[in-house]
């Protein structure tokens, strides 16, 4: 009897330990880190956790996460202007190091697949050092030096490139060279390379989350090409209406996605307000997306603006859910669909929608 009990108690343990979550951990220390306010969002296949850190001291945090299949955890630093990626494992604390002048420089200790990225990274760090300050200069420079820092920018990026590329030839069975194919090779507006690249990785790899991603990508890039049928939705707005792509018919449609802590997503920044003002009476029509969740806040502020905005929030997971079908990696993007439901600009740039316009309506 005592060894019927201690075998049942056995398989109690095991069904127990079975299904306890996993704890997962991150600690970090950042120079020149201004805001004391981390997000992390803790990511699976199926599913994402948000967390809010307040670091203890400056530069100082440390995060701790349970579940059963987390795979990475991406960091937002800076009003989440900055961003950074963690490989994860179960049981296993990453350690993340850097300065905050250099975000691309930022290193994560802790599982084969850090410490390699990182040690990717620090062979490059001559080039990222270099990409940086050449950004912040141009940021700052006048417009006759601007021209010189880009092409020599443009010149850091190939090389960055190249390095990149050297490493997935020479180690097509790593997981770090799926990664550096969606850091270098991931365009959503051309994936003839992507895809070139993906069928060189050892077929071991098919099954790492990060190698099905970049396939679904590729998929969905494809869905929003220059040309391609706009794919169609049905939401509702931020008064209650529903809309759909039907709701523009034989109208343009000037699709724009934004959040309000995207620093470039102000409308008059995007020349959006001028696009409303002067083509208020004519074919074309605006849709904005925004990753913001709070309608109420959302109502109030466009209470204070004289246009009368068509928005949708990220109520219910609408918002996320357009950017995932449209396929937007970077906020903000805009997209000109035609009269015939066809895509015919993608861009991130309010002049280049301006001009697109002026052209197509004279």
């Excluded at 950042?30 to 699976?44: C, Q």
């Excluded at 809309?243 to 034989?250: E, M």
């Excluded at 307000?273 to 074919?283: A, F, L, P, R």
């Excluded at 969740?293 to 209470?303: A, Q, S």
Aim: proline content about 3%.
């Amino acid at each position: 009897m005592k060894g019927i009990l201690l075998i049942i108690s056995v398989m109690l343990l095991s069904l127990v330990s079975c299904g306890k979550n996993n704890v997962y951990q991150i600690e970090g220390k950042i120079a020149n880190l201004e805001n004391l306010v981390i997000y992390a969002v803790f990511e699976s296949e199926d599913r994402n956790v948000v967390d809010t850190i307040i670091c203890s001291k400056p530069g100082q945090f440390k995060i701790q996460q349970s579940g059963t299949d987390f795979q990475q955890a991406t960091l937002y630093f800076e009003g989440r202007t900055s961003w950074f990626t963690v490989f994860l494992e179960p049981g296993l604390k990453v350690t993340v190091t850097g300065d905050m002048h250099y975000p691309t420089q930022i290193m994560a200790k802790g599982g084969n697949l850090n410490n390699e990225i990182s040690s990717i990274r620090k062979k490059a760090a001559p080039l990222l050092k270099e990409e940086t300050d050449l950004f912040n200069n141009l940021n700052t420079t006048s417009p006759s030096d601007a021209n010189d820092l880009t092409s020599r920018m443009a010149n850091v990026r190939h090389q960055l490139n190249e390095q990149a590329l050297a490493y997935i030839q020479e180690h097509p069975d790593k997981t770090a060279s799926a990664v550096l194919l969606k850091t270098f090779f991931a365009n959503p507006d051309d994936t003839r390379r992507l895809d070139e690249l993906l069928i060189t990785l050892d077929p071991k790899l098919k099954d790492f989350y990060v190698v099905k991603e970049l396939e679904q990508y590729s998929i969905r890039a494809k869905r929003t090409a220059l040309g391609a049928e706009a794919p169609n939705f049905t939401v509702k707005n931020i008064n209650g209406h529903v809309v759909s792509l039907d709701s523009f018919p034989q109208k343009y449609l000037l699709l724009t996605f934004t959040a309000p802590w995207c620093d470039m997503c102000r409308t008059d920044d995007l020349y959006l307000d001028e696009i409303h003002h002067t083509y208020s009476n004519s074919k074309i029509e605006q849709l904005l997306v925004s990753l913001d969740d709070d309608m109420k806040g959302v109502r109030e502020v466009l209470k204070k603006d004289s246009i009368n905005w068509n928005l949708v929030t990220d109520s219910a997971g609408q918002a996320s859910m357009l950017v995932d079908l449209y396929n937007v990696s970077a906020l903000p993007r805009c997209y000109l669909i035609d009269e015939e439901g066809k895509i015919i600009l993608k861009t991130e740039n309010g002049i280049e929608v301006k001009r697109t316009l002026e052209r197509l309506i004279k």
